[in-house]
């Protein structure tokens, strides 16, 4: 699969799982999980999802522990969801950098205010 077709699907991805995640599953550990990115293999056979979860080490162990148990019901929606030949494998892993866009975004904001005051 070519690079931006593997792009679009992780896309596509990424916001199917962003919202059954967030309207369609009840599971009460899964309430702060938010998707912030899916990285599809270019064979299009194992996806990588990093989430980010509100909370300290347990909720987000937790909140793993429950997509990991939900990941076959996922793929099966992703599957009614998408016309895809093949639907990925889904891997669930914790965003480490979670406050780093936020942090990013707060510098910009910052070093432009500074330049409109000089």
Do not use: C, W
């Not at 599953?25 to 270019?42: G, T």
Request: glycine share 4%; proline share 3%.
């Amino acid at each position: 699969m070519d690079e931006r077709r593997t792009l679009r699907v992780s896309e596509t991805v990424k916001e199917e799982l962003a919202e059954l995640i967030g309207f369609e599953l009840e599971d009460p550990r899964l309430a702060a999980v938010n998707v912030s990115e899916v990285h599809v293999s270019s064979d299009a056979k194992y996806a990588r999802i990093k989430v980010s979860v509100a909370g300290g080490e347990r909720e987000q162990s937790q909140a793993i522990a429950a997509l990991e148990h939900a990941r076959h019901y996922l793929r099966r929606e992703l599957a009614f969801r998408l016309s895809l030949r093949h639907v990925p494998e889904l891997h669930f892993e914790p965003d480490r950098n979670a406050g780093a866009d936020s942090r990013i975004n707060f510098l910009i904001r910052r070093a432009k205010r500074s330049r409109g005051e000089n």
